[in-house]
Structures are given as C-alpha cells and as structure tokens.
C-alpha cells in the first residue's frame, strides 16, 4: 500500500494506493477472504487517511 498528501488551494488531497490486496490464503483471515476485503492493517490506515488533522 502506498500513501500519499498533495497540498490544494483549499486543503489536502490525500491518496491511498493498494488498499484492496489480491486475495491470498497466506495470512490469517478470521472474517472471510474476498476481494473486495481490506485487511485490518488497510483498514486502520484508512480511519488514518480520513481523520481530520487536529
């Protein structure tokens, strides 16, 4: 996953690449696999990207 902050006249853009991984039984899964799934780890960097900088 690739994150990234560009500055706007009127804010911040922000950037989350790769945040919907090819599905893979190789690391631990206890809600189910599918391809449209975050991981737990995308899904916390997520609520990071949203949060408004304080």
């Not at 919907?20 to 991981?39: C, D, I, K, W």
């Not at 916390?44 to 949060?51: G, H, P, R, S, T």
Request: proline share 7%; aromatic share 12%.
């Amino acid at each position: 996953m690739s994150l990234g902050e560009l500055s706007a006249v009127a804010g911040r853009i922000r950037i989350a690449g790769g945040l919907l991984p090819e599905p893979t039984q190789q690391n631990f899964h206890p809600y189910g696999l599918r391809s449209y799934a975050v991981t737990y780890t995308g899904y916390e960097l997520f609520e990071n990207l949203l949060a408004q900088p304080g």
